[in-house]
C-alpha cells in the first residue's frame, strides 16, 4: 500500500496560482503512476492529471490542459500538481491516487477511477471570482 498526503491547497482569487504536493510512503512510490482528481461540491470526483511512474508521459483533462501542470520526483517521493491560470470552477477537493501501473498506456486507461489502488484525503482549494 502507498500512503498519500496531499498539502498545498488554500484559498486563491481567479487568476492565481497554487502547486499541490503530494508526498507518498509505504510502497516504492516508483512503481506507480500517480493522479489527481477533484471533487466539486455535489458533483462526482472527476480525473484531472495524470503522470507515468519515469515522468515521461503526462495526461490532462481537456478543462485544465494549458493551465496545470503534472511533476514528480521520485527520489522525494512526492508529486506535484502546479495550477496556473485558476478559475472558480477549479474549487474543488484535490485528491492524489496511486495507479495500479507504472505506465497507463491511453489516457482512458490514466484517468478511470478503478485504476486507482490508493487515494490521499484530499487538499482543498477554493478560487475566488
Known amino acids: 500500500q502507498v500512503y498519500l498526503v496531499e498539502s498545498g491547497g488554500g484559498l486563491v482569487q481567479a487568476g492565481g496560482s497554487l502547486r499541490l504536493s503530494c508526498a507518498a510512503s509505504?510502497?516504492?512510490?516508483?512503481?506507480?503512476?500517480m493522479g489527481w482528481f477533484r471533487q466539486a461540491p455535489g458533483k462526482e470526483r472527476e480525473f484531472v492529471a495524470a503522470?507515468?511512474?519515469?515522468?515521461?508521459?503526462?495526461y490532462y483533462a481537456d478543462s485544465v490542459k494549458g493551465r496545470f501542470t503534472i511533476s514528480r520526483d521520485n527520489a522525494k517521493n512526492t508529486v506535484y500538481l502546479q495550477m496556473n491560470m485558476l478559475k472558480p470552477e477549479d474549487t474543488a477537493v484535490y485528491y492524489c491516487?496511486?495507479?495500479?501501473?507504472?505506465?497507463?498506456?491511453?489516457?482512458?486507461?490514466?484517468?478511470?477511477?478503478?485504476?486507482?489502488?490508493?487515494w490521499g484525503q484530499g487538499t482543498q482549494v477554493t478560487v475566488s471570482s
Open positions: 491516487a496511486a495507479h495500479k501501473r507504472r505506465m497507463p498506456p491511453t489516457r482512458n486507461v490514466a484517468a478511470t477511477q478503478t485504476e486507482y489502488n490508493d
Open positions: 509505504g510502497r516504492t512510490f516508483s512503481n506507480n503512476a
Open positions: 503522470i507515468t511512474w519515469s515522468a515521461v508521459t503526462a
